[in-house]
């Protein structure tokens, strides 16, 4: 599995936006990049995934570089609730395994 | 509402003995997995299954054993030979034409 590198943790002010960088430099051309975050003690929860072109939700933005070897997920405005690990995964739908989740970012949302 | 229902939340085991986790799905996925994640760390793939009859082990089988008789049904035995099982285990499922994943709420089993 291609590996994705994040910090361990991050701060932010409670009702800022919030920028999660990851980097993937050694992406292939069929890996999707997809971003989870867990709370303590739950399973982790869906945020957004994307291929090539930034993408937009409810929850959350994408933004991935030109070469796709970076991207950043980015909340809004963050709120307490915000707080949790998250974790940026890529995975090939091609391949029948599941994706590797690594130790993720600690984000901290300071109120 | 539809998900994925693990039980028990919390259980505790005596060294030597094996237990089972259990993982029930009503969202007809049909691939499943289970993960084991330690305080602090990332998750581990322990098992995964596409199909009904038919599983492969992940990173971390060894100590572990899983079935799938059921499409719905995906259960986790932790047994003897597993030296340190003491973790959270989280279940998930997902439709081998979708690309998320849904997770259980996981279970937290301590060894005593």
């Known amino acids: 599995d291609a590996k994705t590198t994040q910090p361990n943790s991050m701060e932010s002010n409670e009702e800022e936006p919030v920028h999660l960088p990851c980097n993937h430099s050694?992406?292939?051309?069929?890996?999707?990049i997809h971003w989870y975050r867990q709370l303590p003690s739950q399973g982790p929860e869906y945020v957004i995934h994307?291929?090539?072109s930034n993408v937009n939700n409810r929850m959350a933005s994408l933004a991935i570089a030109e070469d796709r070897k970076s991207s950043t997920l980015i909340l809004h405005r963050a709120t307490l609730r915000d707080a949790a690990v998250y974790y940026c995964?890529?995975?090939?739908?091609?391949?029948?395994?599941?994706?590797?989740f690594g130790s993720g970012t600690q984000l901290t949302v300071l109120p | 509402d539809g998900g994925i229902t693990q039980s028990p939340k919390y259980l505790f085991r005596k060294e030597g003995q094996n237990v089972t986790l259990s993982c029930e799905q009503n969202?007809?996925?049909?691939?499943m997995y289970w993960y084991r994640q330690d305080p602090g760390q990332g998750l581990r793939l322990i098992y995964y299954?596409?199909?009904?009859?038919?599983?492969q082990k992940g990173d971390i089988a060894e100590g572990y054993s899983v079935s799938r008789e059921k499409k719905e049904s995906f259960p986790l035995t932790v047994t003897s030979a597993q030296k340190n099982p003491t973790a959270f285990y989280l279940c998930?499922?997902?439709?081998?034409?979708?690309?998320?994943?849904?997770f259980g709420e996981g279970s937290w089993l301590t060894v005593v």
């Open positions: 299954s596409q199909i009904v009859n038919d599983f």
């Open positions: 998930a499922s997902r439709s081998l034409s979708g690309n998320t994943i849904y």
């Open positions: 994307g291929l090539t």
């Open positions: 050694t992406i292939s051309g069929t890996d999707y």
């Open positions: 995964i890529l995975r090939d739908p091609l391949q029948p395994r599941q994706l590797t």
């Open positions: 969202l007809n996925h049909d691939a």
